[in-house]
């Protein structure tokens, strides 16, 4: 572990001291103002491009590296920011969406869905599907398109391969997950097991960010937690965790689940990195690494993918 990872569980866990405690309403309040607020008015990575576009009235960003060929900008990594679904947007996750660029040759599509309490499931579940559709209207074929997230995001990875799959949509030709959060009811053992190693999330907020998400839809909704999904015919999967997070086994139990149902899937556990360790990529050295596991299995499963296709 790197001593930047060290110093970073240090200081979240006194930003989690700060959130503890704290009702639905103040944690976001707190959120917008630690994180999405500063991000709004951060300068745009060095050397990427953004554009901010409209599908079908919901907001998403463009971004990706200056460098891309006219080919390569035709493939596309529909990216899911995490945020519990009460916050984040695409300015907190630009950086992480240009270092996926580079190491994917890919550009990257952040979607801008609505937010709790304002908005419930299966409001941005309904988001993600339209933004995929109108990109395959647009002629980007889905063997070029690949799904992505973190935390929440990584949830709405899995749960909108589901609701394609029910539509009879074909399904993107990869998808990754970086500490998804895809278990609402916290069933998995490392919720108690690692609740005084977790650097990061209070146990509280997240009980109550999934009541609010789900609207009094059952929490155990593959469509709200998709460890309880069917899997079979989904696309390979690439999965990521810290081991001393709460939420870890959520993606040991997606890869389970994965291989129960015939799919492909490669997981990669890393020593107490802390959740959705990838967004912190400019500070540390493990989120830098992972993006570029995440690009290299980009890169091969595309490949196989293309030539499935020929």
């Keep these: 572990m790197s001593w930047q990872c060290t110093l970073s569980n240090a200081v979240m866990r006194l930003s989690k001291w700060y959130m503890h405690g704290k009702n639905f309403t103040a944690a976001k309040a707190a959120m917008i103002k630690i994180a999405d607020k500063p991000a709004e008015k951060a300068p745009f990575p060095d050397g990427a491009t953004v554009e901010k576009v409209q599908f079908s009235n919901v907001n998403c960003e463009w971004v990706y590296d200056a460098s891309l060929t006219e080919e390569q900008k035709q493939q596309v990594i529909l990216y899911f920011h995490g945020g519990g679904f009460f916050a984040g947007s695409p300015a907190t996750h630009r950086d992480t969406a240009h270092r996926l660029s580079v190491s994917a040759r890919m550009?990257?599509?952040?979607?801008?869905?609505?937010?709790?309490?304002?908005h419930v499931f299966p409001v941005a579940l309904n988001q993600a599907v339209i933004v995929y559709q109108r990109l395959l209207s647009t002629g980007i074929s889905a063997n070029k398109i690949a799904f992505g997230g973190d935390s929440a995001g990584g949830n709405l990875t899995l749960a909108v391969m589901k609701q394609l799959q029910l539509k009879g949509i074909e399904l993107p030709f990869a998808g990754f997950c970086i500490s998804p959060w895809a278990d609402l009811t916290h069933s998995g053992q490392s919720w108690q097991r690692n609740r005084y190693k977790e650097a990061m999330i209070p146990q509280d907020l997240l009980k109550n960010a999934a009541l609010v998400y789900?609207?009094?839809?059952?929490?155990?909704?593959?469509?709200?937690?998709?460890?309880?999904?069917d899997m079979q015919d989904f696309p390979p999967l690439y999965v990521i965790a810290g081991a001393t997070e709460i939420l870890v086994d959520?993606?040991?139990?997606i890869e389970q689940q994965a291989k129960h149902c015939g799919v492909k899937v490669e997981k990669k556990i890393w020593s107490k990195a802390p959740?959705?360790?990838?967004?912190?990529?400019?500070?540390?050295?493990e989120g830098r690494e992972a993006?570029?596991?995440i690009g290299n299995f980009l890169t091969t499963t595309q490949s196989s993918a293309l030539k499935s296709a020929k």
Excluded at 275 to 285: E, I, N, Q, R, V
């Design 291 to 293: 993006i570029n596991d």
């Design 214 to 229: 789900a609207a009094g839809e059952p929490l155990d909704n593959p469509l709200i937690s998709p460890v309880f999904a």
């Design 250 to 253: 959520d993606t040991n139990r």
């Design 107 to 118: 550009r990257t599509l952040l979607v801008d869905y609505s937010l709790t309490p304002e």
């Design 275 to 285: 959740h959705a360790f990838t967004t912190m990529a400019s500070f540390l050295p």
